[in-house]
């Protein structure tokens, strides 16, 4: 009786008290996301506040080379993360520059 118990793992047997793990991927993904968009946040900032003329343009180009790197980055790793990250990039970033745009 107690070999039948010994090869049983804890959780079967309703001893261990520990719950399962959570993968911890989804962590990893949302990661990559928010640190994308905050470096979106970051240099939208610094080109808005940093310059007077052409911020709006060099903006523009950081982005767009921030949404190449993403992809570039998706295709290499085979994670939709990435591309997910890419696309948010480019959607945040093209409505910001054209709300800023219209305001100054």
């Not at 003329?53 to 980055?73: E, K, N, Q, R, Y």
């Amino acid at each position: 009786m107690e070999e039948e118990n010994i090869d049983k793992e804890p959780s079967a047997t309703g001893g261990g008290g520990l719950p399962p793990e959570q993968p911890k991927h989804q962590n990893t993904g949302m990661k990559i996301v928010g640190y994308n968009i905050l470096a979106l946040i970051i240099y939208t900032l610094l080109c808005r506040l940093g310059s007077t003329d052409g911020g709006g343009i060099l903006d523009a180009f950081l982005i767009a080379i921030h949404v190449f790197v993403c992809i570039i980055t998706a295709i290499g790793s085979r994670s939709w993360v990435w591309l997910l990250s890419g696309i948010l990039v480019l959607v945040i970033g093209f409505s910001t520059c054209v709300g800023l745009g219209g305001i100054g």
